[in-house]
């Protein structure tokens, strides 16, 4: 089941090849071009990390000083999704044949925060962000504040088909693409959340834990997500939680197992709030102080027992409880701030709408050969076998439901374990078989014969 995107040399020419955009330039060829590589490197990355292989997506970028522009891409797209995207909706002569262009701006966000939450587990890759980590910390802070304000209003979101961060979908109405952007929102907030956790692993900039606690108060956002946990609901009476892309339904016996989500709160806190260098800086003022020993109702013997290192957690609260810490002291620093957002907002303030009409007329209106083009390009990127790869579960079997190791030859569609479960399902697979085929080889022979 192994397979390769892309190989280490054409790795170093795509990593080479990254650059900062403006936001005029979102969604154009050099745009795209560039969009294709991140995907490319996103999905190599992700496999080379599931399958403990050498790294050397994650190496490349760190070498070639490269994340720091990942980091402003991201940041420029959520630029674009806020000021540009609602501008695009509201005009009345815009009606293009065909909104996967669009979509592919919008999906762009959730591949590259899927490549910085892959990278970003090393401590290399936090340190070569460099300080572009600031502009991290203000974009994971402004994604979590917005997922805990939203589920504490509305409940945890009912999205049960949100694309997953590697796989594109393509909705073919205005209407279908903002719904797709929504459900895409609360994918790239728990990305963001692992991205979060991830940094309060290895940083110990003074700039980045000031900015952590001090200007964006991130312990008492990380409390009100445990308290809302956007991340699990009832449905029907049973309880689901969101786990590898999907909400799956949680066994009785599992209602207490603590999920990956958890953790990521639960280290994330840990690592603010215990770490020297943060209690230092941390103000324990009354409402602080009362907001993070809520957390005292949360931590049970059985969450304990899955997660050790609460327990010297657990032993820092009730300290807390009986004690009233010294406020920290201000000592003059000088520290660096982030740039990215204020910039692009700077830059472009007065001119959405302009730039909203001149992408509709240079860059959401393909030709139909270029829309041939762009989804050849797309279909040669993500192939099968790379997207198979991907997934958390492996195929079953079409016959028993064991591990599927082999595929139908003519429809590609069907897995089986071996040959006889094949022969044995033949009956059955033989009608779906003959009709998926045909209708691939309908479609390839269309496209071919078109100009």
């Not at 997922?147 to 590697?166: C, E, I, K, V, Y």
């Not at 008492?220 to 809302?228: A, E, F, K």
Request: hydrophobic residues 35%; charged residues 25%.
């Amino acid at each position: 089941m192994d397979a390769s995107v892309i190989l280490p040399g054409e790795g170093e020419g795509y990593v080479r090849c990254l650059e900062a955009f403006s936001l005029r330039d979102v969604g154009s060829q050099r745009w795209f071009r560039q969009h294709e590589y991140v995907v490319k490197l996103n999905m190599q990355a992700i496999i080379s990390a599931s399958s403990a292989h050498d790294e050397y997506v994650k190496e490349l970028l760190v070498t070639h000083r490269k994340i720091p522009t990942l980091v402003h891409e991201l940041i420029l797209v959520e630029v674009w999704k806020q000021k540009v995207f609602p501008v695009l909706c509201q005009l009345q002569d815009f009606n293009p044949k065909s909104t996967f262009p669009l979509y592919m701006v919008i999906h762009y966000e959730a591949t590259v925060i899927n490549l910085l939450e892959t990278i970003l587990f090393h401590k290399d890759s936090c340190e070569a962000a460099e300080d572009s980590v600031l502009d991290l910390v203000d974009y994971c802070h402004r994604k979590l504040t917005l997922l805990a304000s939203r589920t504490s209003r509305d409940g945890p979101t009912t999205s049960d088909q949100p694309s997953p961060a590697g796989t594109p979908g393509d909705p073919s109405t205005m209407q279908e693409l903002q719904t797709q952007n929504a459900a895409l929102e609360f994918e790239i907030s728990l990305k963001a959340l692992s991205v979060l956790r991830y940094i309060t692993d290895h940083t110990d900039s003074i700039s980045v834990i000031n900015r952590l606690l001090c200007i964006h108060n991130m312990p008492c956002v990380l409390v009100q997500l445990i308290d809302c946990c956007p991340w699990s609901r009832y449905t029907a009476g049973k309880v689901e939680k969101y786990m590898n892309g999907t909400w799956q339904k949680i066994p009785p016996e599992d209602h207490l197992k603590m999920s990956k989500l958890d953790g990521q709160v639960w280290l994330s806190l840990y690592n603010l709030l215990l770490k020297e260098d943060c209690q230092r800086k941390y103000d324990f003022n009354n409402f602080n102080k009362n907001t993070i020993l809520k957390l005292r109702g949360f931590l049970t013997e059985v969450l304990i027992d899955q997660l050790p290192n609460l327990l010297s957690f657990q032993r820092f609260l009730a300290h807390l409880s009986v004690t009233d810490p010294a406020p920290p002291k201000r000592d003059l620093i000088l520290e660096q701030i982030p740039e990215m957002w204020d910039h692009i907002v700077r830059e472009n303030a007065g001119k959405w709408k302009a730039i909203a009409k001149y992408q509709v007329k240079e860059t959401f209106n393909p030709s139909e050969k270029d829309l041939r083009q762009q989804a050849h390009r797309l279909a040669q990127t993500y192939s099968l076998d790379v997207l198979e790869s991907l997934l958390p579960e492996k195929p079953k079997c079409g016959c028993c439901g064991g591990e599927g190791t082999k595929r139908c030859s003519r429809c590609q569609g069907e897995w089986y374990c071996n040959r006889e479960c094949q022969v044995k399902n033949w009956s059955k697979h033989k009608t779906a078989c003959k009709l998926m085929a045909e209708a691939s080889e309908e479609i390839q022979k269309n496209f071919n014969s078109q100009p």
